[in-house]
């Protein structure tokens, strides 16, 4: 596609309830990176891909998150028992081999845990 | 890590020059300076990137005094549709994890 894809746009869910955040990154970059973002704050820095592999996963709050990206494009986000601070929107972002620091970012999943 | 302070919020009206001013006092040899643009409901887009000196492109210039301890972003005659969050963002363009968002600056623009 022509940008990043993220879905859902918005998801609702349970408390204690596992939720999946999908990001399609722009075709060819092989760096991804996943943030959060809480209302009136900046992007949060999560977790960032080079190709396959979790290159930095030091943003991850807790063991309760996790992220994958098993063939170098899609890459899903996963978050166990969610609480109702996990309330946010999830941000992904892609750039050119991570490198040049112009990083496309996407729309967000807005993500509410009742 | 290079901390930024930037304005919380600015207001301005249609047709002025904008000004919003970084501080990024323990700024690395290797960091080079970004401003990200974000809007209600999307995410940020980039702006503009410096190392030194002035830098300018079809959206914005960005002045970087010598001692590189702050930074200024110039929007020339805004518009309604310049109303956004403005993140300063420092850092080694080879470690884009590294960069810190903080809270920007919202700028109002009025008509």
């Known amino acids: 596609g022509a940008g990043v894809s993220q879905t859902p746009s918005n998801k609702v869910t349970e408390k204690g309830k596992y939720v999946e955040l999908r990001c399609d990154p722009i075709?060819?970059?092989?760096?991804l990176y996943w943030y959060r973002q809480s209302l009136g704050q900046g992007p949060e820095f999560l977790i960032y891909?080079?190709?396959?592999?979790?290159?930095?996963d030091s943003g991850l709050p807790n063991d309760r998150f996790f992220a994958v990206r098993p063939e170098g494009s899609v890459s899903t986000l996963k978050i166990q028992r969610t609480e109702r601070g996990d309330s946010a929107v999830y941000l992904c972002?892609?750039?050119?081999?991570?490198?040049?620091?112009?990083?496309?970012f996407g729309q967000g999943t807005r993500l509410t845990v009742v | 890590l290079a901390k930024t302070t930037q304005p919380i919020s600015m207001d301005s009206y249609e047709g002025q020059e904008v000004n919003i001013t970084c501080s990024h006092n323990?700024?690395?040899?290797?960091?080079?300076i970004t401003w990200y643009q974000q809007f209600p409901s999307q995410g940020p887009r980039f702006i503009i990137q410096?190392?030194?000196t002035k830098v300018t492109n079809e959206v914005a210039s960005l002045f970087i005094p010598a001692d590189r301890k702050s930074s200024t972003l110039s929007l020339p005659r805004v518009s309604l549709s310049d109303t956004a969050v403005y993140y300063c963002?420092?850092?080694?363009?080879?470690?884009?994890?590294?960069?810190?968002f903080g809270s920007g600056t919202k700028l109002n623009v009025k008509p």
């Open positions: 972002a892609s750039s050119f081999q991570g490198v040049d620091t112009e990083a496309f």
């Open positions: 075709s060819g970059h092989t760096a």
């Open positions: 891909f080079q190709g396959t592999g979790a290159a930095d």
């Open positions: 323990n700024i690395a040899t290797n960091d080079y």
């Open positions: 410096g190392y030194k």
């Open positions: 963002l420092v850092g080694d363009i080879y470690n884009f994890n590294k960069f810190y």
